[in-house]
């Protein structure tokens, strides 16, 4: 699929390439979390795709849930203060959470989550990100479970956004700056 009228310089990650690393992340997590009281927490938006992939794909019983948060400072970049727009409806206390992320490039957006919600006492936190973004983390995140390791193109597709455009292509794509739609 091929949205008409938006530029996308390369296809970095094919739809079935996805598909194969989802699943095998998600027999990591089916098996390192039998037995235990498991809760998926997305981060909204970009991750909704990953998550409902990723879900069907695990093999024991879990709980999802979605948090939301904005982060302001340098343009779009993510390194600045980041403020919670969309809380949990779960209570996470004593239970197992893996956040979920679409990508991580910083690292802030997923060290200020982990840092409130380790505060309602969970037994347990851990972060699966389809992508970590290397060359630009300013915090220092333990990526448990992650897809793709990729260098800082800005990439779209399958959640990910450019002023929330190209969020639904099947794939992954790296955006050409002097293509980047601009609004
Ligand atoms: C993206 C991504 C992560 C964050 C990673 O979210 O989904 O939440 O940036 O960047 P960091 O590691 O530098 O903090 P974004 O703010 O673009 O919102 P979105 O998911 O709604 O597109």
New binding site residues.
């Given amino acids: 699929m091929q949205i008409t009228g938006h530029e996308i310089n390369r296809i970095v990650l094919k739809r079935g390439e996805i598909a194969s690393r989802v699943k095998e992340l998600a027999t990591r997590i089916s098996l390192d979390y039998q037995d235990k009281d498991l809760v998926l927490i997305g981060?909204?938006?970009?991750?909704v795709f990953f998550v409902a992939d990723l879900i069907r794909e695990i093999s024991i019983p879990l709980t999802i849930d979605f948090i939301s948060?904005s982060?302001y400072g340098q343009d779009t970049d993510?390194?600045g203060v980041v403020k919670l727009t969309k809380d949990l409806e779960e209570d996470i206390k004593g239970r197992h959470i893996i956040i979920v992320?679409?990508?991580?490039?910083?690292?802030?957006?997923?060290s200020y989550l982990i840092e409130i919600l380790r505060l309602r006492q969970p037994a347990s936190i851990e972060v699966c990100a389809l992508i970590s973004k290397t060359g630009?983390r300013k915090s220092d995140i333990p990526l448990d479970y992650y897809g793709f390791e990729l260098g800082q193109e800005y990439l779209v597709g399958y959640?990910?956004?450019y002023n929330e455009d190209y969020r639904n292509l099947p794939y992954i794509a790296a955006l050409e700056p002097g293509k980047q739609k601009t609004t």
């Fill in positions: 981060v909204l938006k970009g991750a948060i982060s993510t390194a992320e679409d990508f991580v490039d910083t690292g802030i957006t997923l630009n959640g990910m956004d």
